[in-house]
Each structure stands twice: as C-alpha cells, then as structure tokens.
Nanobody, 126 residues
Framework: QVQLAESGGDSVQAGGSLRLSCVAS????????MGWFRQAPGKEREGVAA???????LYADSVKGRFIVSRDNAKNTLYLQMNSLKPEDTAMYYC????????????????????WGRGTQVTVSS
C-alpha cells in the first residue's frame, strides 16, 4: 500500500507563491508516477502536473509557466511550487501516485492515479 500526506496549503493574495509537499510511504515502484490534481467546489477534478521517477515534469496548460513539479526520491517527497497564483487556482490540491509509466503518467489525468492523499487547501484572494 501507499500512503500520501500533503502539506503547505494556505491563503494567499493573487500574485503570491506557495509550495506544496507530499510525503509518500510504501513501495517505490508504486510511486513511479506522481502527480497533483485539484478540485474546486462545484467543479470537476483537474489534473495539474505529473512526473515519473527519472522523467521530465508535465503540466496542464492552465498552470504551465507558473507551477513547477519536482520530486526528491531520497526524501520520498513530491513538491509543487506555485507562482503567480490566481484566484482561479483556489481549490483543494491532492497528491496522487501509482505505477504508471510513459504516456500513462499524464498531468491532465493525474486524478486517475490509484493512490491519493487527503488534500491541502489553497485559497487565492484577489
């Protein structure tokens, strides 16, 4: 099994920055693909970013150029650096992971990964 625990959510003003963290426990192969997705009240889940172990980061168009996803395998931690935040970025952000590889590890469908954390709230005010 895999357990994921997010942290770092907060309330910030538009234009600000936040760094989310996700600590993973469990088999390394089950966290080969890790990603972030978000869900705002009344809206559908939206994949944000994904990264394979040893792979290049992938982003949804809505966050490209503003968000940076990275992972530190030594610390079993996934990060999401969020810059130039906008009110429309307000949502619950979830970390996700599973064994997906290649084209199955996608930013836009990161919510389809098997293992999820409980989420961390990000609120951006104008």
């Amino acid at each position: 099994q895999v357990q994921l625990a997010e942290s770092g959510g907060d309330s910030v003003q538009a234009g600000g920055s936040l760094r989310l963290s996700c600590v993973a426990s469990g088999s390394a192969y089950k966290t080969h693909c890790m990603g972030w997705f978000r869900q705002a009240p009344g809206k559908e889940r939206e994949g944000v970013a994904a990264i394979e172990n040893g792979g290049s980061p992938l982003y949804a168009d809505s966050v490209k150029g503003r968000f940076i996803v990275s992972r530190d395998n030594a610390k079993n931690t996934l990060y999401l650096q969020m810059n130039s935040l906008k009110p429309e970025d307000t949502a619950m952000y979830y970390c996700a992971a599973d064994e997906a590889t290649g084209t199955d590890c996608r930013a836009d469908y990161s919510y389809l990964l098997v293992y999820w954390g409980r989420g961390t709230q990000v609120t951006v005010s104008s």
